[in-house]
């Protein structure tokens, strides 16, 4: 059986140094932030970009976007977005 969506945040959270939730929330800036840097994408220093910037980011780094372009990332990730994200970070 497939992990769920809740399941695969944890997954990821854990892996980038965050705790679980057990309530099922979406990704915080520094929770994105934190998986911008275990996928090796920089966001550089001072204040976090936006959340698009960081979600585009993210799968910009992993292959799942062809351009780092946030328009192209409507809102939260989806569950083969968390997946590919997930693999991503067992790999490493």
Known sequence: MSPTVDELR????VET???ERVESTAFTKEALAAICEAVGYEIGPGSLP????M???ILFSIGELD???PEE???AFRKAELEAIAE???ED
């Open 10 to 13: 944890n997954e990821i959270r």
């Open 55 to 57: 979600r585009a980011g």
């Open 17 to 19: 140094g965050r705790y």
């Open 67 to 69: 351009e780092n372009d």
């Open 73 to 75: 990332v409507s809102g």
């Open 50 to 53: 936006p959340k698009p910037d």
């Open 88 to 90: 991503a970070l067992r």
